[in-house]
Each structure stands twice: as structure tokens, then as C-alpha cells.
């Protein structure tokens, strides 16, 4: 690897986002530092002003392209990184800032700006692979650092890094949860959400707001039948569905034919 | 159903023998109440049981009452203790040995176990026992088993269907019934369950108990049927590959493998290789299932894309397949994978209708 002493250099950027992932990593605590060991970290904005020039053998990037600045930002990341990975589900989705992507763009840029010809933005808010190759994608609001944890390490062994992205339903059940849809009645979106979290939800009661975004083959429209048997309105149905990762494709196609 | 001596006593006989076993040095894992919901886990005491509270098992539906009934299946099966859904298989070291990790394997005992999850720890045998799953014999060797007959079985249970309940005939320690919170019957199916039964002051069941206990364990059987019967049932599924009642159900079905969780019987797993940062490695055992989608999923292709044709082969598996494999069914008749439904599925449902669409094609 290129760090010095052989370490892995990595580097950590941010796009439009909450910062909520790279606190993940900072949050890491002990065990980001057991990383030092083998991570040089050449760039961290949000940990350290000592910030080293490319290239990079890995790239977290957090937040979602929503500027031209960030269009070209993320090109000249790319080229400047053997590995990419996007971080969180602004950088793998679009996040919570795709809302504005199904509202009429010069509209919002009115209503959040005083002088909206000062913005200078993209029309939609993307996922950094709309733009680059990416490597691994994690996704989370935030990401869950252990996740984050265990796709470096296994970059680091040298291997593909791997996680199951089924749904959030058997981690919850191997955690041994209660149900909350079957005890409670209550509308969860682990049926169509991959795990990952830990089932931090549903482990307190609660169903999972769908922050990790879909599994590999999700059925959202079975799941929205189901929310509206258990009393919920169409219009809370796409609300829920849709939250942070609206613009992830097997959401954004359930939202397009069932808000028609 | 009805072999072996029964002996009678009071409730209080009942805690008299959880104290007995208690006495014998076991860890008792039971009945329990948790968040709302009657889950299998550990008791300290007899009272932790939650006589006279009551479930309602419906299609993805669960909710207790207190009302002095009974309560039917918990959420757990014995699974989670014979089978874990998270298990270290080894740890790779730095430089390349294998290291397996040492288990405590304490005597336990499963105290008021249903007789579907009986059925179910005897499929167990013959697939994880038969197969040499070492934790699962280790746990087995140490297992003392308790089952509580069922005199009212629940709205999703179908085990006199299945042939598992509602009364067990072998394979346990000791079986009780509950006729009534006074009478309680007592049945021994192993030296060691009647050298535990010794310790109680039981008498031997009058004849009139004796019929009280054969009436009310056939009412329940009536009560615990599903609308379609095993005779011929693997020839007919398999019959019917191409039922649209699969399509219509993928239309509904989340895909989300919760059935596969809650089945005492499931056992597919994925493996998982989890580096640590001091150059060793953990190889871990954790629950999966066929819903998943990623699990008919190799390289190069993938065998069953498609949610019904998922959905397809679970139905395949329980009913036609795990004969062959097993000889026996798979499935148990529990009812948690139509509780535990998120979607409310039910599986008795299901195959009625495949088995009608058959029934209708033979008689055109």
C-alpha cells in the first residue's frame, strides 16, 4: 500500500450531508485508533486541518452530489482512488435532501433562499454513483459504524468486501425482537429494508423508519398494502416509504406508480 | 397418543416438579413473559410461567390477554437454543490455526414445551443429529424434556394435521395436561422422567380422569386441523408446480424470510468471515432462509429469482422434498410462520387452494 510504512492511505470526504457518517468513524473510538495501525488517514476534514494530497488507496465518501462543484469534486476523487466507498445514505441514495428531487426544483430553491440566483445547484440531489464507479456501497442515516468497521478491515485483508443486504426482518429476528408489525400493529419497514443497523429500531420498540434503504429485492407495494390494512393513509404510506432513501431506484419506482 | 401410564395430581405437584428438576441441578428455559409477548427463555422460577394468560394467535397477529386461558406457542422455538441464530464456528488465528471455541453445554431443561416443538427437536435429530452438528448434540446429550399436552390449541395451530399434537406420544421426558388448574395428569416417557415423577405424590389416573384427558385431547385435535390433509399431499403439490396460487401469493408475500426465523425446523444458514483488525478472523454461523433472496444466489446465475418461486420451494421443501431428505414432513404444524407473518400469510391457506385447483383439474 502506499501509506507510509506500507499503511493504507485513506481518505475521507464530504459531500451535501449532516456529517453524521464521519462522526460514525470518529465514534469508532478505540477501535479507530487499533485502525491506525495499519490506515494512515491522509484526509479527514472533519477530524483533522492536516489535510494530504492524493492519491488515496480508499475514499469514504459521505452526502449526496448536489452542487456542480461536487459533481467535479467526486470525478477528481475517483481518479485520485483505487477504492470508493459511499458512505451513508445521502452518498448511496441521495438521502434525506432527495425530498426536493419531487418538488419542482426553482420552487424550492425560493422557498428555502432569499436570493435563490445566488444557489448554484444541480437539480437533483444523487447518489454518487449516478457519477463514479463506486466500490462498496454502505448506506445508513447514519451509517452504522461497526458496518463501516468491517468493510475496512476486509479492504485491509485484501478481500471483496461483503455484507448481506437482506432483509432487516432476520437480523432483527436473529436478535431475537419482538415483531413490532405482528405485537404492536405497528408500521415497520424491515420487510423491504436491508439490515445492517443492528435493528436499532425495533430493538427499542419501535419500527424501522427504513434509514438503510431496500434489500436486493424488495416489495414495497405488498408492504404498502399492508401499512394501509393496518390504518395507515395512502398519503402516510408514501410518506414513510419515502423518507431518506426516496431516490434509491426500487423506492423511487414504487413512489412514481403508487402516488399516481 | 394415548400409550403410557398417567398419573394425576394437584398445580401444586406441577411446581413440585419444576422444583425437583430445579433440585436436579438443571437450567430450566421455559414459557415467559416478555414485552407483551410469551417467549422461551430462562426461569428462576415456577412462577414466571404465565399460567392463565392467554394468547391470540391470528395471520400476523399476536396479542395476550390476561383472562385465565391459555397460552400457545411463544415466539421462541427450541431452536433458539439448539440451533442459535448467531454461532463462532472457529477463529482463524494470525498464523493459521484453527481454534474452536469452548461452549458451556449446562443440563437443561425445556419445561412445558408444546408437542410440535417436540416433533420439531425429533426432526432436529435427524437432520443437525444425523448431520454431526456438534452444538447441537452437545446441547441435545443435555437435554431433559418437559412437554405440556394442549387442550386448547390456538386459531393458527395445526398440529393434529401434522400428526405432532395436540398430545405428545414419545420421544419426551415427561408430559403433563392440564385438564383443569386442580387436576393435572402426569406421564413419564423416559426412566428418567419417572425417577423425577417418583418424587412427586401422584396417584394413578382415575378412569374418569383418564376419559376427561381422551375427550379433551380429541376435541383440541379437532380444533388444531388445517382444511387440507397430508394423504397425497407431496404427489398433488407436486402436481401443481405451475399453481398461480404461488404468483398470487408473491403478491403479497414481503420476502422478508421471517417465516424462515420463526420455524422450529428451518435450518439454512449463511456462513460469514469476519477479518479483525489483529490479523485473525472469526467464522460465524448465522440463520437464513430460503425467501432470501441472495440465498439461491450463485455464481453465475441464480435458481429461483423470482419471489414465488421462493415462496414455491419453502411449500416444496416442508411438504414433498424433506420427506425424501428426511423422511419425514418439515413442518410441525406450530402456526408461527402464519403468526409471525408481517404480511399475515397463511400458510394453511396456501396449499388448501393448490391443493383445490388439483382437485378441481381431476374432476373436469
Not at chain 2, 444425523?130 to 412437554?147: I, P, Q
Not at chain 2, 424470510?257 to 422450529?264: E, I, Q, R
Given at each position: 500500500m502506499s501509506g507510509i510504512n506500507g499503511k493504507i492511505r485513506l481518505a475521507v470526504f464530504k459531500l451535501t450531508s449532516c456529517s453524521g457518517c464521519q462522526q460514525q468513524i470518529i465514534d469508532l473510538g478505540e477501535l479507530l485508533l487499533a485502525l491506525l495501525d495499519r490506515v494512515e488517514i491522509a484526509y479527514f476534514l472533519e477530524a483533522s486541518s492536516d489535510a494530504k494530497p492524493g492519491p488515496y488507496d480508499v475514499a469514504l465518501i459521505e452526502g449526496s452530489v448536489s452542487t456542480p462543484h461536487e459533481e467535479k469534486l467526486v470525478k477528481n476523487i475517483r481518479e485520485n482512488s483505487k477504492i470508493v466507498v459511499s458512505v451513508g445514505s445521502c452518498a448511496t441514495y441521495g438521502g434525506i435532501q432527495a425530498l426536493r428531487n419531487w418538488m419542482e426544483f426553482e420552487e424550492v430553491k425560493k422557498t428555502v433562499y432569499e436570493k435563490p440566483e445566488w444557489v448554484e445547484a444541480l437539480e437533483k440531489s444523487r447518489p454518487i454513483s449516478?457519477?463514479?464507479?463506486?466500490?462498496?456501497?454502505?448506506?445508513?442515516?447514519?451509517?452504522?459504524?461497526?458496518?463501516?468497521?468491517?468493510?475496512?478491515?476486509?479492504?485491509?485483508?485484501?478481500?471483496?468486501?461483503?455484507?448481506?443486504?437482506?432483509?432487516?426482518?432476520?437480523?432483527?429476528?436473529?436478535?431475537?425482537?419482538?415483531?413490532?408489525?405482528?405485537?404492536?400493529?405497528?408500521?415497520c419497514l424491515g420487510p423491504i429494508i436491508k439490515e445492517g443497523c443492528g435493528a436499532l429500531c425495533p430493538s427499542y420498540g419501535r419500527g424501522c423508519y427504513g434509514c438503510f434503504g431496500p434489500t436486493i429485492d424488495p416489495k414495497p407495494d405488498a408492504l404498502a398494502k399492508r401499512f394501509e390494512d393496518l390504518g395507515l393513509s395512502r398519503e402516510e404510506v408514501a410518506s414513510r416509504i419515502r423518507n431518506v432513501t426516496s431516490w434509491s431506484e426500487p423506492i423511487r419506482r414504487f413512489l412514481e406508480s403508487y402516488e399516481r | 397418543m394415548f400409550s403410557g401410564p398417567l398419573y394425576s395430581g394437584g398445580f401444586s405437584e406441577l411446581k413440585r416438579l419444576f422444583q425437583e428438576i430445579r433440585d436436579r441441578n438443571y437450567r430450566i428455559v421455559g414459557p415467559r413473559l416478555e414485552d407483551g409477548v410469551v417467549r422461551l427463555g430462562e426461569l428462576q422460577s415456577f412462577e414466571e410461567i404465565p399460567y392463565g394468560v392467554s394468547d391470540v394467535q391470528r395471520p400476523g397477529y399476536y396479542r395476550i390477554r390476561v383472562d385465565g386461558g391459555r397460552f400457545r406457542t411463544p415466539l421462541d422455538s427450541p431452536k433458539q437454543l439448539l440451533y442459535p441464530p448467531e454461532l463462532t464456528i472457529f477463529r482463524v488465528t494470525k498464523d493459521w490455526k484453527i481454534e474452536y471455541p469452548s461452549y458451556r453445554f449446562e443440563k437443561?431443561?425445556?419445561?412445558?414445551?408444546?408437542?410440535?416443538?417436540?416433533?420439531?427437536?425429533?426432526?432436529?435429530?435427524?437432520?443437525?443429529?444425523?448431520?454431526?452438528?456438534?452444538?447441537?448434540?452437545?446441547?441435545?446429550?443435555?437435554?431433559?424434556?418437559?412437554?405440556?399436552?394442549?387442550?386448547?390449541?390456538?386459531?393458527?395451530?395445526?398440529?393434529?394435521?401434522?400428526?405432532?399434537?395436540?398430545?405428545?406420544?414419545?420421544?419426551?421426558?415427561?408430559?403433563?395436561?392440564?385438564?383443569?388448574?386442580?387436576?393435572?395428569?402426569?406421564?413419564?416417557?423416559?426412566?428418567?422422567?419417572?425417577?423425577?415423577?417418583?418424587?412427586?405424590?401422584?396417584?394413578?389416573?382415575t378412569p374418569d380422569q383418564v376419559g376427561a384427558f381422551r375427550r379433551a385431547i380429541l376435541k383440541a385435535a379437532e380444533r388444531a386441523k388445517a382444511g387440507f390433509r397430508l394423504e397425497n399431499l407431496p404427489d398433488i403439490l407436486e402436481l401443481n408446480?405451475?399453481?398461480?396460487?404461488?404468483?398470487?401469493?408473491?403478491?403479497?408475500?414481503?420476502?422478508?424470510?421471517?417465516?424462515?426465523?420463526?420455524?422450529?425446523?428451518?435450518?439454512?444458514?449463511?456462513?460469514?468471515?469476519?477479518?479483525?483488525?489483529?490479523?485473525?478472523?472469526?467464522?460465524?454461523?448465522?440463520?437464513?432462509?430460503?425467501?432470501?433472496?441472495?440465498?439461491?444466489?450463485?455464481?453465475?446465475?441464480?435458481?429461483?429469482k423470482d419471489l414465488w418461486a421462493r415462496y414455491r420451494h419453502s411449500i416444496l421443501h416442508k411438504f414433498v422434498y424433506w420427506l425424501r431428505q428426511f423422511g419425514s414432513?418439515?413442518?410441525?404444524?406450530?402456526?408461527?410462520?402464519?403468526?409471525?407473518?408481517?404480511?399475515?400469510?397463511?400458510?394453511?391457506?396456501?396449499?388448501s387452494k393448490i391443493v383445490e385447483e388439483v382437485e378441481e383439474r381431476c374432476r373436469k
Open positions: 449516478d457519477f463514479i464507479k463506486v466500490d462498496y456501497a454502505i448506506s445508513g442515516c447514519p451509517a452504522n459504524k461497526l458496518q463501516l468497521l468491517s468493510t475496512l478491515k476486509q479492504i485491509l485483508i485484501g478481500r471483496r468486501a461483503y455484507h448481506r443486504e437482506e432483509s432487516l426482518c432476520q437480523e432483527c429476528k436473529r436478535k431475537g425482537n419482538v415483531c413490532v408489525v405482528v405485537a404492536k400493529g405497528e408500521p | 437443561t431443561a425445556l419445561f412445558g414445551i408444546k408437542p410440535c416443538d417436540l416433533a420439531a427437536i425429533k426432526i432436529m435429530d435427524r437432520v443437525q443429529g444425523e448431520l454431526g452438528d456438534e452444538y447441537f448434540l452437545k446441547m441435545r446429550e443435555n437435554l431433559l424434556l418437559v412437554v405440556e399436552n394442549c387442550v386448547e390449541p390456538g386459531e393458527n395451530c395445526f398440529c393434529a394435521t401434522m400428526g405432532t399434537g395436540p398430545a405428545a406420544s414419545t420421544g419426551f421426558d415427561i408430559a403433563y395436561t392440564r385438564l383443569d388448574n386442580s387436576i393435572i395428569l402426569f406421564q413419564p416417557g423416559s426412566d428418567l422422567g419417572a425417577d423425577i415423577l417418583g418424587e412427586l405424590s401422584l396417584e394413578p389416573a408446480l405451475e399453481s398461480k396460487v404461488y404468483r398470487e401469493i408473491a403478491e403479497r408475500c414481503l420476502g422478508c424470510a421471517n417465516c424462515n426465523m420463526v420455524c422450529p425446523t428451518c435450518f439454512c444458514f449463511d456462513i460469514i468471515d469476519e477479518p479483525e483488525l489483529d490479523g485473525s478472523s472469526r467464522r460465524i454461523r448465522i440463520w437464513d432462509g430460503c425467501h432470501s433472496y441472495s440465498y439461491a444466489q450463485v455464481a453465475g446465475g441464480h435458481f429461483r414432513f418439515g413442518c410441525v404444524g406450530c402456526g408461527r410462520c402464519i403468526t409471525w407473518c408481517p404480511a399475515g400469510i397463511d400458510l394453511r391457506e396456501v396449499i
